[in-house]
């Protein structure tokens, strides 16, 4: 009996020892399944990066790379506001008394102003001032040419076309509506009263 019991206790660990290392060897191998798949993803992962930095890199990426920049040359956040307006485009600008200017960082201010001159009393005389782009000068800026329908009493002096920058006062884009003139108003020879004389 004492036999039989041997045997069959040898028997029992014989089986859990068989069992035991059947686990610890199937866990041996998820572990190394586990580390091929990281070093393997890691292997990947290294060469994408080599790739990137190899000066030779395959014709279908300078295509990628380069549907990347359209896509960000054309994506709205760059696309110019539809209130955005580039003087250099502009032929025309009407400026109207008692009209004021559209604002966005600041507030309007009125589209004609006298601030010169030795007849900016009579600036009531100036209804409407047109100014037409006539080109930029060497610093890249816009020139006007203004003319005015104005009594032959007055005349229009030295002329400034303010416009309010889209970003800030260095953006080369103005806000639509916000530019305004400021300018000296002179009188003629016959608004100071001497006009010609008949000669005999």
Excluded at 47 to 59: G, V
Excluded at 64 to 81: F, H, I, K, Q, W
């Amino acid at each position: 009996v004492f036999q039989l019991a041997l045997v069959d206790t040898c028997a029992f660990l014989s089986i859990k020892r068989r069992r035991y290392e059947g686990k610890r060897r199937r866990e041996r191998e998820k572990e190394r399944e586990r580390r091929g798949r990281h070093n393997h993803g890691h292997r990947r992962r290294e060469n994408s990066i080599a790739m990137l930095r190899s000066p030779h890199l395959p014709a279908y990426t300078f295509g990628v790379l380069l549907l990347l920049a359209l896509v960000v040359l054309v994506s709205p956040a760059n696309a110019r506001p539809k209130d955005a307006v580039d003087l250099n485009d502009v032929a025309t600008l009407t400026f109207r008394r008692g009209k004021t200017t559209a604002g966005r960082r600041s507030a309007g201010v009125p589209q004609l102003a006298c601030v010169g001159g030795d007849a900016c009393s009579m600036a009531y005389l100036v209804d409407a001032v047109q100014c037409h782009n006539v080109g930029s000068d060497d610093h890249g800026d816009v020139q006007w040419k203004c003319e005015a329908d104005l009594e032959d009493t007055v005349r229009l002096g030295e002329i400034n076309v303010n416009c309010e920058g889209y970003t800030s006062s260095r953006d080369t884009l103005k806000l639509r509506g916000s530019c305004g003139l400021e300018y000296a108003l002179h009188l003629t020879s016959k608004g100071r009263g001497g006009g010609s004389r008949d000669r005999r």
